[in-house]
């Protein structure tokens, strides 16, 4: 029985492990899930896996949440230094990260710090952090498992391998619902368009992401670090089709992939059950279905975050977690029709000319430097001045 903390747990990700968990009740268990404001879902999920602790980070939201579980003993906790506290608990044998953005670094570390297993699905932890947090779980013994379904992908090819005879890693991009766009058509689509993904139903966030193939850059940065990877032994190919999740290319030429149909519940199973397999209902693929699995290069002139995301990796230091928070900023407001398509790109650029460059940061050089970044990414947004198209 393996006792879990699912962080985020009323996301998609976290909805979906859920489903998970609930298919397999001999083999684990629930003991902390958390949310950041959802009340209404925490503790209709609380009231049903029966935790020994939920945390609502959201401060503002503990005396509802509190209410609704005083018949039941469940432990209720609020603020973000809570998550912290949490994973660290001998009852607790693996967290689930899957909080979405830098918000879910510090819990992830203080998990490392306590010897926990990690099923990692926030690849912004790495992204931001990924030296110190790959350092940390290398000098605590911590497994980190990837959830993100190119990583798992990747992680699944290399069972059995020597990671040393790794010659380069391809992550597979649906492309988005934008493939084959030029920026006359980019420059007047709004977030209700950008959250049609034509393969994955997944959290705001990262649908923009997908959109902007940010997404696949921010996936760059995390397979480097996963991998313990060189910059350019890591590459993207547009795979429109999202059957092949990504692919390794060892040093005699052979290739693995791994493939299936894109359903999130697959890696996230793989993560939570690893290292075991477990016999499930989801839906197979068929040969028949799909006449055609094509492959095209990405288009970094007209998706220029993905230009952005691979020159944050190879600057390195703080640059990529300049990048992230410049990012979650201008999503947000993206999201809320505050900034246009092509605008994020400039204004991610923009924050990464301004925000000093730190060659190796420590964690408090990288918490600066995200608020530095957030910082100077809302007021580009407030002054919406950058329309250059
Ligand atoms: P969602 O937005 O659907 O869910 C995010 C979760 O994090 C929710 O439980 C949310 O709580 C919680 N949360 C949000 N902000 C904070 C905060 N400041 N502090 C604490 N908790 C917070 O995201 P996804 O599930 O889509 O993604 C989660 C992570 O997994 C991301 O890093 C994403 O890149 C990664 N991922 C997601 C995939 C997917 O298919 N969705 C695929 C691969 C990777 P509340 O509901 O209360 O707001
Ligand atoms: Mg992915």
């Known amino acids: 029985m393996k006792r879990l903390a699912i962080l985020g747990s009323t996301g998609s990700i976290g909805t979906q492990a859920l489903e998970v968990i609930a298919a397999h009740p001999e083999l684990f268990a629930v003991e902390v899930l958390s949310a950041h404001s959802n ?104 497994r980190i498992i990837p959830v993100d379904s190119e990583h798992s992908a990747i992680f699944q090819c290399l069972a059995g391998e020597n990671w040393h005879t790794i010659e380069k890693v391809i992550l597979t991009a649906s492309g988005g619902p934008f493939l084959g766009k030029k920026t006359n058509f980019l420059v007047n689509v709004k977030a209700s368009h950008a959250l049609q993904h034509p393969n994955w139903t997944m959290g705001a966030k990262i649908t923009i992401d997908s959109a902007t193939l940010m997404n696949k850059g921010l996936e760059m940065i995390e397979a480097k670090w996963l991998f313990g990877l060189k910059n350019e032994q890591v590459e993207v190919v547009i795979h429109p089709q999202s059957i092949l999740h990504s692919f390794v290319q060892f040093n005699d030429g052979s290739i693995k992939a791994q493939m299936g149909l894109p359903d999130m519940k697959l890696p996230i199973q793989y993560a939570l059950a690893f290292p075991h397999r477990l016999q499930n209902d989801f839906k197979r693929f068929n040969f028949r279905d799909f006449n055609k699995l094509s492959f095209d290069q990405p288009d970094l002139k007209t998706f220029r975050n993905l230009a952005l995301a691979k020159e944050a990796m190879e600057k390195g230091g703080n640059m990529p977690c300049i990048l992230n928070a410049a990012n979650e900023i201008v999503v947000q407001a993206f999201l809320t029709n505050r900034v246009g398509f092509l605008e994020m790109s400039e204004m991610i650029e923009k924050t990464m000319e301004k925000i000093s460059f730190v060659s190796s940061p420590s964690l408090q050089d990288y918490e600066h430097s995200d608020h530095e970044a957030r910082i100077y990414a809302a007021e580009l947004v407030k002054n919406g001045q950058l329309s250059v198209y």
Do not use: C
């Open 39 to 142: 009340a209404v879902l925490l503790t209709e999920q609380a009231k049903r896996f029966r935790p020994n602790a939920v945390v609502v980070t959201d401060t503002t939201k503990y005396e509802v949440v509190k209410r609704a579980l005083s018949n039941l003993p469940i432990k209720v906790f609020s603020g973000a230094e809570s998550l912290t506290e949490v994973v660290r608990w001998d009852s607790v044998d693996t967290v689930l990260g899957a909080i979405v953005g830098f918000a879910g670094l510090h819990s992830i570390l203080a998990a490392i710090d306590a010897g926990k297993e990690i099923a990692l699905a926030n690849k912004e932890t790495l992204v931001v952090a990924g030296e110190i947090v790959m350092a940390h779980a290398a000098e605590k013994r911590v």
